[in-house]
């Protein structure tokens, strides 16, 4: 699933970006989309990673945390993609988001973002979770996806984002990596024109796999998927 996922996401990027996409999408000219193909191994290979690797990718393990960061960071370089490291502190901590870019370096077009956030959450009782669905299947799909996207020239700027700090405690709180990653945009005074959030790519149920929110003025909206 979160190989269709990543190939999902790398059509919709390059679409959006300046390659369009032919019918049955209307409204768009008719220019084919590149060949895009996404390793499922790959991407199992990398939830199975981070959710028994790194299991425990709570806000109180922050050594876990950032030796999960290293290995996003490092996993990127192998898709020849240079990852900047967003730092910030919370209560004396330090944490980070990481930022994949694609695309123009310069000019007046409008960003757009996608993310994934690589902790997880506790249980009621304070026990730490694997987080594989929730949200090692999101972290795998944007791997995936900046795997495809260094194969293709997007038109307008893209963004990949892998958030932390996105659940309890620190969940609708201005520590949220999400929140934090919003705000650089505004104080560069970049338009964003969507914001895409990943999450929960790995399951079969019924349940939200595509978000989009409203973090210091991303737009808020919502999408379901049936898998």
């Not at 249980?123 to 929730?134: K, L, N, S, W």
């Not at 944007?142 to 892998?162: D, I, M, S, Y």
Request: aromatic share 6%.
């Amino acid at each position: 699933m979160a190989a269709v996922i990543a190939m999902s996401l790398a059509a919709l990027t390059v679409g959006m970006s300046g390659c369009v996409i032919s019918q049955p999408v209307v409204g768009l000219a008719h220019t084919a989309i590149p060949d895009l193909h996404a390793s499922p191994e790959r991407l199992r290979d990398h939830v199975r990673v981070l959710s028994e690797g790194f299991l425990g990718r709570g806000f109180d393990q922050p050594q876990t945390l950032q030796s999960a960061a290293d290995y996003i960071v490092a996993e990127l370089a192998k898709s020849g993609v240079t990852a900047e490291r967003q730092r910030f502190e919370v209560d004396g901590q330090g944490y980070e988001n990481l930022i994949a870019r694609f695309g123009p370096a310069q000019g007046t077009k409008p960003l757009l973002v996608m993310g994934a956030h690589y902790d997880s959450a506790l249980t009621h009782e304070g026990v730490p979770t694997p987080g594989a669905d929730d949200n090692a299947s999101g972290v795998a799909s944007l791997l995936g996806l900046a795997r495809l996207l260094k194969q293709t020239t997007p038109g307008q700027p893209v963004e990949l984002v892998f958030y932390t700090l996105e659940e309890p405690p620190n969940f609708r709180t201005d520590d949220m990596g999400s929140y934090r990653h919003a705000l650089a945009p505004q104080q560069r005074d970049q338009p964003v024109r969507l914001m895409l959030s990943v999450a929960i790519t790995a399951t079969r149920r019924e349940a939200r796999a595509i978000h989009w929110l409203h973090w210091a003025g991303f737009t808020r909206t919502r999408a379901t998927s049936s898998r």
